[in-house]
């Protein structure tokens, strides 16, 4: 647990929350301020910081959970019409709090939620390839 954490608070329950589901290593809870009603974070129970950070059997324990939560809100009454499951890892891309976290966005038509307003530039293939290359090469 971190001091001043919010989510590390919510896991040893220190401040509020509403959890949907709890294992040994994860806890899901619902977003205090949802981009629509079922919006939930999906989290480690330890501390790490960034997605990054997570072991391959963290990663996986992780992504069970929002499995079954992207499923079940499809069959819980609540209106859903698509999701969204989004991660931001580092202040630069829109990261707030520095617990790792999975949002698992229910959709709504005109809900507001945009992840980007212009469409991008298409690179030409050599480019597309020494970007390919470079990932590969760090695998
Ligand atoms: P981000 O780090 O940008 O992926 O987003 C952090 C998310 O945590 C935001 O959607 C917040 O609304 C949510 N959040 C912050 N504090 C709490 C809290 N006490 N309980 C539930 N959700 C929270």
């Given at each position: 647990m971190?001091?001043?954490?919010v989510?590390?608070?919510?896991v040893?329950g220190t401040?509020?929350?509403?959890?949907?589901?709890?294992n040994?290593a994860?806890?899901?809870?619902?977003?205090?301020?949802?981009?629509?009603?079922?919006?939930?974070l999906?989290?480690?129970?330890?501390?790490?910081?960034?997605?990054s950070?997570?072991?391959?059997?963290?990663?996986v324990?992780?992504?069970?959970?929002?499995?079954?939560?992207?499923?079940?809100?499809?069959?819980?009454?609540?209106?859903?019409?698509g999701?969204?499951?989004?991660?931001a890892?580092g202040?630069?891309?829109?990261?707030?709090v520095?617990h790792s976290?999975?949002?698992?966005i229910?959709?709504?038509?005109d809900?507001?939620l945009h992840i980007?307003?212009?469409?991008?530039?298409q690179?030409?293939?050599?480019?597309?390839?020494w970007?390919?290359?470079k990932i590969r090469?760090?695998?």
């Amino acid at each position: 647990m971190k001091d001043h954490c919010v989510f590390c608070q919510i896991v040893v329950g220190t401040i509020p929350a509403s959890p949907i589901i709890e294992n040994d290593a994860v806890l899901a809870f619902l977003d205090i301020a949802p981009i629509n009603p079922g919006h939930t974070l999906v989290i480690p129970k330890v501390h790490i910081a960034e997605l990054s950070g997570l072991d391959d059997e963290l990663g996986v324990a992780l992504w069970r959970v929002v499995l079954r939560i992207e499923r079940a809100l499809r069959s819980s009454g609540i209106k859903v019409e698509g999701t969204n499951l989004f991660v931001a890892n580092g202040a630069t891309a829109g990261q707030e709090v520095f617990h790792s976290h999975i949002h698992v966005i229910p959709r709504l038509p005109d809900d507001g939620l945009h992840i980007r307003t212009e469409p991008g530039s298409q690179p030409s293939r050599e480019e597309l390839d020494w970007v390919a290359q470079k990932i590969r090469a760090a695998l």
